[in-house]
């Protein structure tokens, strides 16, 4: 008997394992095909006539106002004090962590100290939210700020360009096409790939920088992959290369190599070949040594970078394309981001969500609806069995139980990743939590199977019909709600990989 039970408990473990493996699509990225190598260690920009230094001029900040269509942001002008007309432009475009025009404030005091007047406008809020984003919207109002620039006085309107960091270079892009006057383009830290594949491709790396074990891998096409509950995000699939494609300015690309969120080399390389498309071979690609995604180390910028920005900017059109061409640091990128395998319908957009409620909801309706109908009763006999009363609510709690543990460690794991701390303890050791606490709940879904299968309906009324109804309903509203929960848990990789 236990030697059956045992193997029944095993074959459940691993129906769960293979319904989970076939349920949803596998994480298989691909290595990157081709590496790239610079040509030299020296970030610096070297034109044929030297550059004015940063700390040439000194500086000073005004705050102004911009109308746009249905809004006004305020923004940070920041302009040399002293500089000869005709000095270079450059506004500067958002990332996703950044809004305010108080924001890259080192960069635009060291560009206007070499000459460089420096536009930084807030981020438009009422049209940007979670949800929904409009990048060629967003180009459009930051082209307000743009135009602003380039009729400063002091500013040569025919060098006036823009600084999209993150997410600001899906939208640059977009503006150089739209203002075919935009004079350059600096790209810092540009994904590149659309956001969903540079949300995986990020979500890979982070994963493997935290030691996680291969079945956590699974959720990452199950996850990023899906349709988000309740609608929206359509810009997740938004793709600049089109874009790209149609550039026709010069392009200053800078990564930093401690930054494990974006495709250091495919990024770049795809910015390269999409200019080719129009002909367009005016690129220069620094990588900054242990630099961050805002280039920084710890809380300064990366030395050298706005060095390179004020050279690079104020050399062209010189510098578009003076060698090296690639310099810095040797970038690593193992694998490539990639587009995703869509999860099949019912774990894809509300049905995540549907999927969660109506198991949760079969484990509350049988309780409620056993105490509704005992209330009105007072004789004996009305509850089930004491064997199947235990059995049936151990099921439902370790249940919920794997769901709970589960959420609890990619909750740590999220904050271990996202802050590239690594912890054995807790991401090992809370994954053997989550695969015991799943095979204690498979276990105890067996046995109480196990212990009601040799009774018979009619008695777990003792004689009352009524009572024996809502114990049969109470019975199996509870292990449907379970089985639907396990089979949740099994999706996100709980349960071992059966193929």
Known sequence: MKARFVLAVLGTILLLGLIGSLAGPRWDPQPLPDPLTVESDDVAVVTDEPTTAIGTYETTATDIEIELDGATVTARLTAPVGAPPGQPGMLFMHGAGTAGHTNFTDQAQALASAGVYVLVPAKRMDTYTTSSRDYVAMARDYLVSWDLLAST???????????????????????????PEVAFLVQVSAPVVPPREQGA???????????????VFRAIPRAAGANIPGGGFEYVDFDVAPWQQQLSQPVLMVYGTGDSSMPLIQGPQQVIDDMAVNGNDAFTLRYFA??????????????????VLAAWTLGLPGSADAAPRVAGDQPEQQYEAQ??????????????????VVSALLLVIGPLLWVATALPRRRVGRRLPAPAARHTAATGLAAVAVLVVFVAYCTQVADLALNYRNN???????????????ALAAGVLVRSVWVARPLHPGRWGGGDEQAGVAGRILWWATHAGAVGLLLVAAYWGVYPAVV
């Open 153 to 179: 006085p002091g500013v040569d309107p025919s060098r006036v360009g823009i600084y999209g960091e993150s997410e600001g270079a899906w939208i640059s892009p977009v503006a150089a096409v739209l203002e």
């Open 201 to 215: 491709f990020a979500m890979d790396n982070y994963l493997r920088n935290t030691h996680v074990p291969w079945p």
């Open 290 to 307: 242990g630099a961050n995604h805002g280039i920084r180390i710890e809380q300064s910028l990366a030395p050298g970078f706005t060095d």
């Open 339 to 356: 587009p995703l395998p869509r999860p099949r319908w019912y774990a894809d957009g509300d049905m995540l969500i549907w999927s969660v």
């Open 424 to 438: 054995d303890l807790v991401v090992l050791g809370g994954w053997v939590l989550v695969q015991a606490v799943g």
